[in-house]
Structure formats: C-alpha cells, structure tokens
C-alpha cells in the first residue's frame, strides 16, 4: 500500500504536470501532516487492517400485553424462540406478526426504530435479543414507550438471554445503558462499532448556507441497515436515490468489502472538501469586501496629499518647534490609535453581519424543525411553502392553519392530495440532524456575540485612550508654548485618521490578498490530488475484488430469472448498473421485481465474498422480509430459494439468514427445527 513519502511525490508529479505548479516537498508534505495522513498513515502500517466480526442472532424474547379487537379484556402473552446457524425461517399468513418479530430483532441490532404500526408497539413491552459476536455472548434488552418521553430504554448486557431475564441478573456485566431514541442509537452504534470493527466515517456535504459544510457520518446505524431487506421498500443504504450522496454509498460499500485505507480515504477527503469550502468563502469576502475599495483609497490618497500640502505651507512661515519629538510622539500615539479604532471598527461590522446571517439560519433551522415535527405529528407530507403574497397582484395572502390542511387533505397551495407518509424514521433522522445543526449554530452565535463585545469593549477603551491624547494634543497652552495654530493642530489630527485608514483599506486589496488566496487555493489542490491518489491507489489494490463482486451478482441475478442480463456492474461512485440486451440500465431505473432480485443477488455476493475468500467485514447475517412478493414469479422465487440453499450447503457453518414469508415454498429449504410454520399468529 501507499506510503507517505510516496503521496508526497506522487502529489508533487500531479500538481506540476497537471496543474503546472511546481509546489516544494515540504509544502506538500506539511499540508498533509497537517491534515493528520502522516499519523493516520503511520497508525495503520503499525496495526494492520482489523478484520471484520460474525455476528449471529441466538435467540429473541418478546412480550407484552394484547388488546384483541373480539376480546372483552387484554391478556398478556410471551414469544420465545432461538435460531441456529443457516436458514430460519417464518412462514405464516399476513398480519400474523412474522414481520414484526424480525423488524424488534433489527431495532435491537441497528438502534434505529423501524417501521411499525402504532397498536403493535402499544402491545409490546419488552424485547431482548441475544447474540453472539465471535466468541462473545451479549443481549440487548429494551423496551418500546410509545405514549411517553422518552420513547425508548434499556440495556446492553455481557450475558446470555436466560440470565438477563432472570432473577439472578444483580452481577450482570451491564455494558451500556440508554433512555430516548437517540441515546439507543448512539449506544448501539457504539457499541457495534467496537465489536465489529465497522468503524464511522465522516463525510462533508453542503448546507443550506453555500459557504457551510455540514458533516454526514456514516456509522453502524447506517451500515446495519443493509442487514434487511424488506419487500416494501426496494431501496437500502446501499442503493438508494435522494437520501445520501454517492460519496456516502461509495464508502458504505467499500466499508462492507473491507476495503483497506477506506476510512484514511474518508479523513482526507473531508480535510479537502473544508478546504475547498473555506478557498470559497474567502475569496468571496475578498471580492466583497474589494468592491469600492480601490476608489476610497483613491479618494483618500487626494485628501492626504492635500493635507500634507496645507502642512507643509504652514510650517514654511513657522517658527522651529519648541519640542519637535514631543509633539512627533504625540502625533504618532493619535494616528496609531485612530487606526487601530477604524480596524476594530471595520472588524465589529463584520462580525455583527456575521451575527445577523447565523441568526437567519437559526431562524430558517427553527421553520424546518416545525415543519419537519407537523409532519412526524399528522404523518403526511404537508406542504411546507411559505406564500406571503400573491405573485400576480401581490397583494398579502393569509396563511392556512396546518390542523386546516391536514383535516382538508389537500395541499393549501395547489389543493392535490397530501400524500401519507407510510414510514417517519427518515423524517425523525432529519431531525435529529437539524437539532444538532441548531446546536452547533446556537453555539456558534454566542461564541459570536462574545467575541462581538469582547472587540466593542476594545473600541470603548481605545477611543477613552484616543479622546485623552486629542485633549492633550490640543491642549492651548501647551501648543502656543510650542508654537502651532489651531488649524495645524486640526491638519495633523486629520493626516493620521488618513494614514490609518489608507493602511487598513491597502490590506483589503485583491492584489493585497492574492497571496493569501493563492495559498489557501494551493492547499486545497494538495488536499484534493492526494485524496484522488489514495482513492486511485484503493481501487487498484482491488480492482480484481470488486471485479469479482460484478461476477458474482450478475451469475446470482441470471439464476433469479432477472431477463435478458448479460451484466451487473458497479461503476465510478459504485452505482450499480445492469447491461439488458445491450442496454445499459442504472438499477433505480429496473423494476420491483428486478430491483428486489438483483439486491438479493448484490448482498448474496457479499457473504460468498466474506466467506469464501475471507475478504471483508460483512457480519454474515442477513434478514429478508416477504421475498416472495413483489410480482414475482414461483419461477423466480423457486431460483432465489435455490440460491439460498446452495449458500447454506456451501458456507451454513458460517452464514445466518432469517426469512419471512407467507409462501410454503420456504419451508422446502429449511429444516425443521429452525422453521416455524403457522396458520395462526405468531403471538
């Protein structure tokens, strides 16, 4: 793999070559070690890559409290079940909970809440899911709260189901504990992080604000997410259109392949992207603050030529100066102050502007919020546009009351539909993100205003300093007894105001600031080639992995009936594309039954990559809910099962797959005692 001393050089060869700068090693090298790659770099060939982790599911416990509709009262009841190695399957009618068992096994191994209608949560009490991670046995125990705040609490424990449920639990190695939806989150993401070596990565994205980067990270609560695959919803993390940049799914899929350098990958890119945002901002303050200032100076080079000449003529017809350096001093202290108040000044102003655009971002984060909370509360997407006025007559327009456009169901601007929102995790996430957006600018804002008064504090003292030496500059006596009119004084008093804020303006300068510019430029090209490099240099070292990736998911999808295929691919940012009868289509664009078939085929591919050649860090489990849905065929469906089973034959030793369907047909590739086959509800 790559060194330092060879990106260096590397860096160096791109920039005179590409880019004609003839940069210094040390320059290169610097902004890097800056950057952190140097330590990072030293880090990883001291430690080596870590290998991913095993998980598998042992068993599940749920229970709570039902409320039938035919039934006078509610009666308690208890699920229970343990799993093994290889295929488990459910195979019961709709409605009879198999769904929902799976998605309580995901919420305890992702964090993230799932889809679940609001009456089963309100039966379910407790859930406890035991499993194993190598050779380690542990249970997550939580419990849904979904009439209170928070909404969530449990536990994460070093200990096996039985003993976590039972009375002998005081002396529980209790690893972690969490009360609210993001306090399960962030402690299972934690938590699987350290387990299963999946590391976070952070990546930078624009925000609404085009000079800010918000930072996305990509975590296990993102990455498990690839663990399920369910048949109402034909997008995951891994594929997905609108939710997240390609950078994000590029680095989900690298992190699953196990891919080396992956997260140094990520470090460096985000270094550039901060650097390319802050070369953005600065030249446009520069040419903001640029912008008329040529013509002041201009302006004020005239009025100090003409003062100095009124000077000059004065001091022609005076007598020679009592106490010249006195008064020189003197001068000077008046000028040098005066300066540094106009600087002050100039600095306060910007900083209040400052002041004035995070506060607008506040307020625009504070309308998100409410509209993103309207939309969680009444569960449609509500229209969230702000009309103040009409754009014909412009006359004022009166605002409809949310509760008014929801009880209406049409939208209060172009009266269509609103549309239900089926599943609220995603709006939840965002806003989760915009809380912690607020956050960091509320932050920002008084950090801010303290800095604000910390420089007003600093103008009030210089002009009581600056008003003490004018008053001893123009003191009467003190000038008659060396000899100066009263328009000298005032001459002199004017040059160093002049003087001082010619001094401030020359520094604002384009040509003042080209240096500047050009070094922060320079670093950003440094940042960005060397990330081009380290990516470059990834997809080399593995260039016949991921080839070996395309081949397995196009032989998977051609068994799964996907039609006329000749090839599945991943190109460029590791979006996936299908060859059709010599047509090139991107899998967003294929239909449910072939998107569903080719995800099955993609994640299938994984594990024989995991397990056969021993690459990667997929956990080995997979989850998948109704594969015999969406318009597939017996056909169709009769070849993935087939697929699964082969799987299991070849690797079930080392592979855990969980299926839920209403089709028999599932029961034909699992044995017995791992199937559970009802006609009636699960619990």
């Not at 976590?164 to 972690?176: A, F, P, Q």
């Not at 990546?203 to 975590?219: G, H, P, T, V, Y």
């Not at 100090?304 to 020679?320: D, G, P, R, V």
């Not at 806003?431 to 600093?458: F, G, T, W």
């Amino acid at each position: 793999m790559i060194t330092f001393e060879d990106l260096v050089h590397q860096t160096y060869a791109v920039a005179l070559e590409k880019h004609k700068k003839n940069l210094p090693l040390t320059q290169i090298s610097n902004v890097l070690t800056d950057a952190g790659l140097k330590a990072l770099l030293a880090d990883r060939f001291d430690d080596g890559i870590k290998a991913g982790a095993t998980i598998m599911i042992r068993k599940v416990n749920i229970s709570g409290v039902k409320w039938p509709a035919d039934e006078q009262k509610a009666f308690p009841f208890s699920y229970q079940r343990e799993f093994g190695i290889g295929i488990n399957a459910w195979v019961a009618e709709n409605s009879s909970g198999k769904s929902t068992i799976l998605k309580m096994i995901l919420w305890a191994i992702t964090g993230v809440q799932p889809k679940l209608k609001k009456d089963v949560l309100l039966w379910i009490k407790s859930v406890a899911v035991e499993f194993e991670i190598d050779d380690g046995i542990f249970t997550i125990q939580y419990s849904p709260r979904v009439q209170s705040d928070p909404s969530v609490a449990g536990e994460i424990y070093r200990a096996g189901i039985d003993i976590v449920l039972s009375e002998r639990n005081k002396d529980l190695e209790r690893i972690d504990s969490f009360s609210g939806s993001a306090a399960m989150k962030e402690s299972v993401t934690k938590f699987f992080s350290r387990y299963t070596n999946f590391h976070p990565l952070q990546l930078a994205q624009k925000s609404k604000n085009m000079f800010e980067l918000d930072a996305k990270n990509i975590d296990w609560s993102i990455y498990s997410q690839a663990l399920f695959i369910g048949a109402d919803d034909y997008s995951d993390f891994l594929f997905p259109w609108g939710d997240f940049s390609p950078k994000h799914r590029q680095r989900a899929i690298w992190m699953y392949m196990g891919l080396d350098f992956i997260d140094i990958v990520s470090h460096l890119q985000l270094r550039a992207d901060e650097a390319k945002n802050h070369f953005e901002f600065e030249k446009k303050r520069v040419t903001v603050n640029a912008e008329g200032v040529l013509e002041k100076i201009r302006r004020l080079e005239d009025d100090l030529m003409n003062t100095n000449h009124q000077i000059e003529n004065i001091e022609s017809e005076k007598s020679i100066f009592v106490d010249q350096t006195a008064f020189e001093n003197l001068r000077k202290l008046v000028s040098d102050t005066d300066s540094e108040v106009i600087r002050l000044s100039y600095g306060e102003q910007d900083l209040i502007s400052r002041e004035s655009q995070i506060q607008n971002e506040i307020n625009s984060i504070k309308r998100y919020m409410q509209e993103i909370k309207e939309a969680i509360e009444f569960r449609v997407f509500l229209s969230g546009i702000q009309v103040d006025r009409c754009p014909h007559c412009e006359n004022t327009i009166s605002l409809t009351r949310i509760e008014e456009e929801v009880s209406s169901g049409q939208c209060r601007i172009c009266s269509n539909t609103l549309k239900p929102l089926s599943n609220i995790t995603s709006q939840q996430e965002l806003l989760k993100d915009y809380e912690d957006k607020l956050q960091r600018e509320q932050k920002q804002l008084r950090s801010l205003r303290k800095e604000i008064k910390s420089v007003h504090a600093q103008i009030s003292d210089l002009q009581i300093h600056l008003a003490k030496y004018k008053a001893e500059f123009t003191d009467i006596s003190r000038q008659e007894r060396d000899g100066f009119s009263h328009e000298l004084r005032n001459l002199l008093l004017k040059r160093g105001k002049y003087e001082g804020e010619l001094s401030y303006l020359q520094q604002q300068t384009r040509e003042s600031q080209s240096d500047y510019l050009e070094g922060i430029k320079l670093k950003f090209l440094i940042l960005s080639e060397a990330t081009k490099l380290m990516q470059a240099n990834l997809g080399v070292n593995h260039e016949q992995l991921l080839r070996t990736l395309d081949d397995l998911v196009t032989n998977y999808a051609k068994r799964f009936g996907v039609q006329n295929l000749q090839r599945v691919f991943l190109k460029e940012q590791l979006n996936l594309f299908a060859v059709q009868s010599e047509t090139t289509t991107r899998f967003e664009d294929m239909d449910i039954g072939e998107r569903l078939r080719i995800k099955i085929a993609f994640h299938l591919a994984m594990l024989t990559i995991k397990v056969q050649h021993e690459i990667g860090k997929h956990p080995c489990l997979l989850m998948v809910d109704a594969p015999g849905s969406a318009e597939m065929t017996d056909k169709y469906l009769d070849a993935i099962l087939v697929g699964f089973k082969d799987m299991e034959t070849l690797f079930g030793g080392k592979v855990q797959v969980f299926l839920a369907s209403t089709r028999e047909e599932i029961a034909q590739i699992c044995d017995q005692d791992k199937l559970e086959m009802t006609d009636g509800p699960l619990f």
